[in-house]
């Protein structure tokens, strides 16, 4: 069985431009995580969704941070403009409801 | 609100030797606890977790964790130590019915040859 899929891997971009990763979850899992980690943290939750409501986005710089999960599977997380302090590495996880989480290999963001 | 705490950054052990990866919660209501690893470049890997039952709970590679409800303590163990082992280990948290989880800062886990 395929794990969770993220990509990119890595992405470099300059401040002030727009970036976007996106997930496959493990098929069947209806609850998908954004977190982001940064270096010597834990990883930190964006977003949940619920199939394809997002049930708990608190956590989400609403300001430039965007996400979607159409059809309730794959999801596309966004970030417009960047800025230098979003370096950081996002993790995309899913879960059948409050079971344990399986996590992507992450997408490591480096804004210059 | 949540909390975990990971009060040690980094653990050195010698291969063979029994390891502790300690973590302390803070939480309403029952918590459920887990443990996951992290390998250079890559995702969290779960490891075992604890929803309720026996305090002491088994999961992959050898680990198992004890559920201390009076110290409010969740402790990673492995009786003999791998130099495979070395990893960043996760505590994380979430109330019964949550689907947040927290995790702490992380613990580094050295074995040496």
Not at chain 1, 105 to 111: D, E, H, I, K, W
């Amino acid at each position: 069985e395929a794990g969770v899929v993220q990509s990119p891997r890595y992405k470099i971009i300059e401040k002030k431009q727009p970036v976007a990763f996106w997930c496959n979850p493990i098929s069947g899992h209806n609850t998908l995580y954004w977190y982001r980690q940064n270096l010597g943290q834990g990883p930190e939750l964006l977003i949940r969704y619920e199939n394809e409501e997002a049930v708990d986005d608190s956590q989400l710089p609403k300001d430039r941070f965007s996400a979607e999960r159409l059809k309730g599977v794959d999801s596309t997380l966004k970030i417009q403009p960047a800025e230098l302090g979003d370096s950081a590495v996002y993790l995309c996880a899913s879960s059948l409801g409050l079971a344990e989480q399986f996590f992507g290999p992450g997408t490591r963001l480096t804004v210059l | 609100a949540q909390s975990v705490a990971q009060p040690e950054d980094q653990v050195n052990v010698a291969e063979g030797n029994p390891l502790t990866v300690k973590c302390t919660y803070s939480v309403s209501g029952n918590p459920y606890l887990f443990w996951y690893v992290q390998y250079p470049n890559r995702g969290l890997q779960f490891l075992l977790k604890y929803i309720t039952g026996d305090n002491l709970v088994k999961g992959s590679y050898g680990f198992e964790a004890e559920f201390n409800k009076s110290q409010t303590s969740f402790h990673l163990k492995k009786p003999s130590a791998l130099v495979s082992d070395s990893a960043l280990y996760f505590c994380a948290v979430q109330s019964g019915g949550s689907y947040i989880p927290t995790f702490g800062r992380g613990t580094s886990l050295i074995v040496h040859p």
